[in-house]
């Protein structure tokens, strides 16, 4: 395994991942509209900076199923035609770029809510508050469990100390040093130009249908692949991710009950560890299989079915497996990431946070994956590559067999 610094950059870089680039082609399900709308039976007006890469359009449906009506501002690059066509004519679409063209949202025209889902610079985020402050009434923006300066205690909370950088002007691009600290400065950069009324939101890794990181997709698509699966550590290591639907629906509740604050958005600490996240990725893996020889008969293929094999953190550490991009989800919970996978989600649950079960995620991410063209299911972004996760078992297995 890495060195600990290396393995922080990981996990941040990988958080940048999860929040950026995820085009979301066919898996958001369209959905009946309601009449229903916020508490009061408002049908609201909510302008999304962003909109088409992963976690936007999960919202745009839920939003849309609630009778709300939506407006979409970024620059037209990012699955440019993910809400195009009749069935989408209810979606305004205004195209620009928040770092030199903000045209099309300037003038008189109010919005009950802005949902930023791409703030990454503090510059780029006072341009955009500043400019809609005095016409909607709250701001809502997505930042990361990346914020956090220190990783060491289970249980922190919202109150913890927040990343920094010396000199946040001259970052130009984000890198897993300071995406942190850009994260923690764009959202101090809302919450100067709408004091009282922005709405913080810091998800941890976000899963499920959709999402092109692959670096939680890799278990499911491991268990349904068969064979022997290597797992890190122990079934009892702590995980923490959260399902893009629930993730949007707690935003959209937010918006709705006009909630403002921070917020940890994330699993329950202690809610989930890697055992229960491999078993429910055989389950998964097992009844994928099993439908695809009832849709074309064929003899169930010896390797379909998994086992798992767990290896210590420090064997793999010494083979050089990595934590979070050869074994995704995990790092080891321990020293300087001993609270890992157990800060606390207490206000956000308070708050109307709610989770759907395990199963469903793991299923529907893996229905999602098998629908994939064959060429990019051949090419995962995360995860260990078969000929090396062969190696690092036969080694492991080794060890076990001289040691006996």
Sequence with gaps: MDKPVNKRREFLASSIAAATWLALPGCARSVARDASSDESGKSLQILVLGGTGFLGPHFVEAARAKGHQLTLFNRGKSNPTRFSGEEFKDIEQLQGDRKSDLSALEG????????????????????????????????????????????????????????????????????????????????????????????????????????????????????????????????????????????????????????VGTFNADAAPGALNMGALLAACQLAGTNANDIQCIRAPCPQPPEASSTVTWVPADFLEAHKVSAWQDMPAWIPAVGEYAGFGRRSTAKAQAAGLKYRPLQDTVDDTLQWWLGLPDERRANPKAGIAPAREIEVLKAWHAKGVAGG
């Design 108 to 259: 008189s025209r109010r919005w009950d809510a802005v949902l930023d889902t791409s703030a990454y610079f503090p510059a780029d985020v006072t341009r955009s508050a500043q400019l809609l402050a005095k016409r909607v009434d709250q701001y809502v923006i997505i930042s990361s469990i990346s914020v956090y300066a220190d990783n060491s205690t289970p249980g922190a909370d919202e109150t913890a100390a927040l990343a920094t950088i010396p000199d946040p002007g001259a970052a130009k691009e984000i890198t897993g040093e300071n995406y942190g600290a850009l994260k923690a400065l764009s959202e101090q950069a809302a919450q100067k130009e709408l004091p009282g009324r922005t709405t913080v939101i810091r998800p941890g890794l976000i899963v499920g249908p959709g999402d092109h990181t692959d670096r939680f997709t890799y278990w499911p698509a491991r268990a349904a692949r068969g064979g022997e699966i290597l797992a890190p550590g122990t079934p009892a290591d702590p995980t923490q991710f959260i399902d893009v639907r629930d993730l949007a629906a707690f935003l959209l509740h937010a918006i709705e009950n006009r909630t």
